[in-house]
C-alpha cells in the first residue's frame, strides 16, 4: 500500500499506529504474558516434560486454591470436601478427584491456581495438608485449621 502525496508527488508507505485499547486487548496481553512453559524433572532420574503454566498474579488468578484427595476413598474425599467447603468463604476453590495426584497438579498449572492442597492418609492423623506452590513447586505441611490463614498470608505477601 503506497501512498502518493497529492502536492509533492512523494510515494510513501503509510504506519498507523492504532490508539484505541479494548478489554479484548488487555486480556489477550494478560493470558500471553501469563503463559510459561517450563522444563519439569519427572519421576525418572535424570529426565525432565514440559510444564505448562499460567502465571497469573496470585491475587488475579481465576481459581485461587484447589483441593485435591490423594484418592477417592470416602474417608479422604469425605475431609477434603469439608475443606474445600470451608475455603469457599474466603478464597474461589476448586475440589477434584479424577487422574493421578501428578496430573491433578499439572492440570492446576494449566489453569493458573496459585496453590494445590493435598489431602493425603497422613492428614487422617495429624489433621495437616500438603500445600504447593505453582511458582516454586515447593510443598509446605500446614494444619487444616490454620490453613485459611496461611493461604491469607500468602496472598497478602504477594499483593
Known sequence: MHYTD???????????????????????????????????????EGETEARVVMKFPKHLAPVQVAVLP????????????????KLRKDFS????????????????????TPYCVTVDFESLQDKKVTVRDRDTMQQDR???EELKDYLQEKYVQNF
Not at 72 to 77: G, N, V, Y
Open 93 to 112: 476453590v476448586e475440589y477434584d478427584e479424577t487422574q493421578s495426584i501428578g496430573k491433578r497438579y499439572r492440570r492446576q498449572d494449566e489453569i493458573g
Open 6 to 44: 497529492p502536492e509533492t508527488n512523494e510515494k510513501f508507505i503509510p504506519h498507523v499506529i492504532e490508539p484505541t485499547f479494548g478489554i479484548d486487548r488487555m486480556l489477550l496481553v494478560s493470558l500471553l504474558e501469563a503463559y510459561h512453559e517450563e522444563a519439569v524433572p519427572t519421576s525418572e
Open 70 to 85: 490423594l484418592s477417592k476413598k470416602e474417608e479422604l474425599s469425605g475431609v477434603a470436601k469439608d475443606l474445600a467447603n
Open 142 to 144: 500446614v494444619g487444616m
